[in-house]
């Protein structure tokens, strides 16, 4: 639409946004109103039919707190097709969504449109045609501002937005918010990449990677969505309360169907009861283990003494020894699961059986085949030789029994560490032993290795530095024909697994030619906060490249010791005063400490959430154990002893990790409280 001018910039903009929220109310009520009883077809196309004018309703749905459009642009040439290249520029809108009017004329448009992408790219050294970038800024969904870049105008000096510091400093009250009008040319670049092509993204803490891969899906969903909607997305975070955390980013930006889940819930086959040791644990996401279950299914495969004979009518049909050997032998050395094979098996035989009948003068058809397929004779040999496997079962045998673990990990584990693989106790069934998370893993590799898991058309994999080598080989089934985004960061890894480099990881997924981007440039965590969390990583990600941050906070960090004592009231005491601010708290602490501060907050009268609990007026403050502390973000962060939350980890490693995490979590400022003296990289 051309530009217009016009005395009252801020009104004129009010009034596009009046109308342009007309229009979606519009276009929501033309859905609400179409009337299909008399539409042609089975009532399952009426069902369809109506789930999709239903998903229509959802998406039009205008969210009176979200901003309708966040920018504009005015390109210095018209773009539009109506147009003819001499009647000057036009300008567009840019929000979360399409917007038409009555006649079909965009009044927003899309930020994922290949129009919008200027409004990321644009620079002075490449104003991409646009004369003027515009920002608006709102107040509790009113438009109250607005800030113009004048990207071809030389006589105007770069400037640093207030809007967009505005914005990326907006209280964190709520769930995580989407980041379209913030969106950095290069985390553009990543959101952008092609749907064919793996991208992996090691991002420093506050470098907005969670929320590149989640705006990642919400632009292939729009450029692929055809294709997407046959073969599915799904958003794999490292905790449920992760999930619930980030779970209304998509719904924001209009998309309804992508699932969710954690690691352990992929592959929950078995109930999770028991729990590993450490060593346990990271022997049995070990990539050999791979090879152990695949002997493991394999085990019971024999080969025949005796010949198979089919009797039909009067007549006996014998497969010798020699050629049922042959077809076994065949079918173990092909590439195909187990399940497959042992389907093929019985046809196989069927066939010999085919050509032995046209050889004695009968004409055998397809039906006649499949009778003999299924024929008690040829059942009883692949019985006998490629017997049925429950993985389940076969994973029970395989950590209960040292002589089973001992014949299918030979050369591969050595004796200790089978001894350490197995369980201290034998289950006696699947439904009572005490399976742990680790097992569950091992029992979905066993899963594939029978029946080929399904692949989706695209998996984001967030936090993904704390899988162990199985683990991404059971994300990797999840996209074996589709693309995934790989998000995290090395040295927030916290599990004695944790992965040593993104090559690595990489190649267990299955995505050895993945592209791999880094993120440096914060823009969550204050540059006085996130430089002294930086002092652990030599110590836990050597070679790593420290962050920056384009935010600037004089007195956003406050190191205080404490008296002599559990330390408690200095604790209530300092959230309280995070709590005079605006936004949220998170109080962080060691797991062991939190039913101590459970109860004294209780006790203090603090209402308190636990963490992905959407925060309100009346509860700002969240208590979070700093093993669930990871991919969450509060405005004030109270962050208690850290030698106890070092001390809560199996090794200093993977403590000093821990407590990073836990140092990076605040967006406005951070408070450390220590009665015992602080680790040496932090003096």
Not at 182 to 193: H, K
Not at 599 to 610: D, I, V
Request: with cysteine; hydrophobic share 40%; charged share 25%.
């Amino acid at each position: 639409m051309p530009a217009t001018p016009t005395t009252d910039p801020l009104q004129r903009e009010r009034d596009h946004l009046a109308a342009s929220r007309a229009a979606l109310r519009a276009m929501r009520a033309d859905v609400e109103s179409l009337d299909i009883r008399d539409v042609t077809g089975s009532w399952v196309t009426t069902l369809v039919l109506q789930n999709q004018i239903e998903a229509r309703i959802a998406a039009l749905a205008d969210l009176s707190h979200t901003p309708l459009f966040f920018g504009r642009l005015d390109y210095l040439h018209a773009i539009s097709e109506e147009l003819s290249e001499g009647s000057g520029g036009e300008s567009f809108y840019i929000g979360r969504r399409h917007v038409h009017d009555a006649d079909g004329d965009p009044m927003v448009i899309d930020w994922r449109a290949p129009v919008s992408q200027p409004f990321y790219r644009a620079s002075r050294t490449e104003p991409m045609d646009v004369e003027r970038r515009r920002r608006f800024g709102y107040t509790g969904g009113e438009l109250t501002a607005y800030e113009d870049e004048h990207l071809t105008d030389p006589a105007e000096t770069e400037q640093t937005s207030a809007l967009l510091a505005a914005e990326i400093e907006k209280p964190r009250v709520g769930p995580m918010r989407d980041i379209v009008a913030t969106i950095q040319p290069e985390q553009d670049e990543i959101v952008r990449s092609d749907i064919t092509g793996t991208i992996c993204v090691q991002g420093a803490p506050g470098t907005g990677k969670t929320a590149v891969g989640l705006h990642r899906v919400a632009y292939l969903l729009y450029a692929h969505r055809e294709r997407l909607a046959r073969t599915g997305t799904l958003v794999i975070g490292p905790n449920n309360a992760f999930l619930s955390y980030i779970e209304q980013v998509l719904p924001a930006l209009g998309e309804l169907d992508v699932a969710q889940a954690t690691v352990q819930q992929l592959v929950g086959h078995v109930e999770v009861r028991g729990e590993d040791t450490p060593e346990a644990a990271r022997l049995k996401g070990d990539a050999r283990m791979a090879e152990v279950l695949r002997r493991a299914v394999r085990s019971g495969i024999s080969l025949p003494t005796e010949p198979c004979v089919v009797v039909r009518g009067s007549r006996r049909w014998r497969v010798p020894v020699s050629e049922l050997v042959e077809i076994i032998e065949e079918l173990k050395g092909r590439e195909v699961r187990y399940g497959a094979s042992r389907d093929a098996l019985p046809q196989r035989i069927a066939h010999a059986v085919l050509l032995k009948m046209e050889q004695g003068g009968e004409a055998p058809d397809d039906r006649v085949q499949d009778a003999v397929a299924r024929n008690s004779a040829v059942k009883a040999v692949v019985k006998e030789c490629w017997p049925a496997v429950d993985p389940a079962k076969l994973v029970l045998r395989l950590l209960s029994e040292p002589e089973f673990l001992a014949e299918c990990a030979e050369g591969v584990l050595t004796p200790e560490e089978q001894l350490a693989v197995l369980w201290p106790k034998p289950g006696r069934s699947v439904k009572t032993a005490r399976w742990t998370a680790a097992d569950a893993v091992l029992v979905d590799e066993a899963t594939d290795l029978v029946q080929r898991t399904p692949s989706l058309g695209h998996v984001v994999l967030d936090e993904a530095q704390d899988l162990s080598p199985m683990q991404y080989r059971a994300v990797g089934r999840r996209c074996t024909t589709g693309s995934a985004t790989v998000l995290g960061d090395l040295a927030q890894g916290t599990t004695p697994w944790a992965t040593a480099s993104w090559p690595e990881a990489l190649r267990h997924l299955g995505k050895p030619e993945a592209h791999i981007e880094e993120l440096t440039k914060g823009f969550r965590v204050p540059e006085e906060v996130i430089a002294y969390a930086s002092r652990l990583l030599p110590a836990i990600a050597p070679g790593l490249a420290p962050a920056s941050s384009v935010r600037e906070a004089p007195g956003s960090l406050t190191i205080r010791p404490i008296p002599d004592g559990d330390g408690t009231e200095a604790v209530l005491a300092a959230c309280r005063e995070a709590l005079e601010h605006e936004g949220s708290t998170g109080l962080i602490a060691a797991d062991a400490r939190i039913p101590r501060f459970a109860e004294a907050l209780t006790a203090a009268g603090l209402p308190y959430l636990s963490p992905g609990t959407e925060t309100s007026a009346e509860a700002r403050l969240t208590l979070v154990p700093a093993s669930l502390a990871k991919g969450l973000e509060y405005d004030y962060v109270v962050l208690d002893e850290p030698a106890a939350v070092i001390a809560g980890e199996p090794d200093e490693r993977t403590g000093l990790r821990r407590l990073y995490v836990a140092l990076t979590r605040a967006v406005s400022g951070l408070t450390v409280l220590h009665g015992e003296p602080l680790p040496e990289q932090l003096r």
